[in-house]
């Protein structure tokens, strides 16, 4: 946090992509957070290994459970859960 927030708001700035901090942060810390993952696929890919198939597998399947695991355990109040989200994100 202490480099990644303000580098965030320095690329969302209006001298660079003019940018709200909304979608400067869910854009560019979604490609932050699977910048290791696209990497890790594409050597995989080059060295003709199953490692890159795998690695996007099985990170699509820990951020469904994991994440939405910790989330219910962390929340204070009962969470409203929909269809939507969890279809989406299967897809």
Do not use: Y
Not at 22 to 48: I, R
């Amino acid at each position: 946090d202490e480099f990644f927030v303000p580098s965030l708001e320095e690329m969302s700035s209006p001298r660079h992509l003019n940018l709200s901090m909304d979608v400067a942060g869910a854009t560019l810390m979604a490609a932050g957070g699977s910048a290791p993952e696209l990497f890790t696929a594409l050597f995989g890919t080059f060295q003709e290994s199953d490692v890159g198939f795998g690695t996007v597998v099985g990170s699509a399947v820990f951020n469904v459970l994991f994440v939405i695991g910790m989330c219910s355990l962390f929340s204070k109040e009962i969470l409203e859960l929909t269809w939507w989200p969890l279809f989406r994100d299967s897809t």
